[in-house]
C-alpha cells in the first residue's frame, strides 16, 4: 500500500514542501521515494508489523533537515506527532513510534542488532533504519550522487574538514562488525556497502 497517496492532500503538500526546504542535494523527497520502495520490497518479503508506523517514520523522517543543527531528528519527530494528530487523528496510528522510530536515526553507525531486545517490534525498527542506509550498497554510480549530495549539503563546512570527518565516519561504518542490523539486510547489503565504503574512504583526502 502506497499510503503517500492516500495522506489528506494538505498532508502530502506540506510535508512535501518540508523537504524542499531548505532546498538538499541528497536529504530531498527523492530520498523519501526511495525508502518507499525498500518499505515495498520488505512488505513483500518479510512484512511489516506496523505498517503505517513505519511507513510514516518513512515519510517524515527527514522532513526538517539542516546540517548545521543537531535536533533534526527530534523536530522531525515532533513534525510528525504534530502532523498525524492535525490531519489523521481518528486513523489509529500510534504516533509515538513514529516518533520513536524516527528518533532512532539520530544514531545510525552506533547501533546493533541487540539493541532491539526490548522493543516491541525489533524487526521493523531494524528493517526501518536499514531501509535507511540502504544507499550504501547502491551501485557505484548512485552511491556516489549520494556522498557528492552529501558534501554538497555540508558546504559550509571547510572542506578539509569536511573531508577528515566524513573519512572518520565512513572508517567508523567499515569498522564495525554489522553494517546492516537486519539479517536479511546483511546477508544482501553488506559485502557491495564495504565495496562502496573502501573505495570512498580512499579519495577522502
Not at 86 to 102: C, N, T
Not at 137 to 160: M, S
Not at 161 to 181: D, E, G, H, M, T
Request: net charge neutral; with cysteine; proline share 5%.
Amino acid at each position: 500500500m502506497n499510503m503517500l497517496a492516500t495522506l489528506p492532500a494538505p498532508m502530502r503538500e506540506a510535508l512535501q514542501c518540508a523537504y524542499a526546504t531548505p532546498p538538499r542535494a541528497y536529504h530531498n523527497f527523492g530520498h523519501v521515494e526511495t525508502l518507499l520502495r525498500h518499505f515495498n520490497e520488505v512488505a513483500a518479503r518479510e512484512g511489516w508489523s506496523q505498517p503505517r508506523e513505519v511507513q510514516l517514520a518513512i515519510l517524515y523522517h527527514d522532513a526538517i533537515y539542516d546540517a548545521r543543527a543537531g535536533d533534526n531528528e527530534a523536530r522531525s519527530a515532533g513534525l510528525a506527532v504534530e502532523s498525524i494528530a492535525r490531519w489523521l487523528p481518528d486513523a489509529g496510528v500510534d504516533a509515538q513510534r513514529v516518533a520513536d522510530l524516527i528518533l532512532l536515526t539520530a544514531r545510525h553507525g552506533r547501533l546493533s542488532p541487540a539493541d532491539f531486545v526490548d522493543d516491541p517490534h525489533p524487526d521493523d525498527a531494524r528493517r526501518f533504519l536499514d531501509c535507511d542506509m540502504a544507499i550504501l550498497a547502491a551501485d557505484a554510480a548512485a552511491f556516489d550522487a549520494y556522498d557528492r549530495g552529501i558534501a554538497t549539503e555540508y558546504r559550509h563546512v571547510p572542506r578539509w574538514l569536511y573531508a577528515v570527518n566524513r573519512r572518520r565516519f565512513l572508517k567508523s561504518l567499515l569498522a564495525r562488525p554489522r553494517i546492516y542490523l537486519d539479517d536479511g539486510f546483511h546477508a544482501r547489503l553488506d559485502a557491495q556497502a564495504r565495496h562502496n565504503l573502501r573505495r570512498a574512504v580512499t579519495t577522502k583526502r
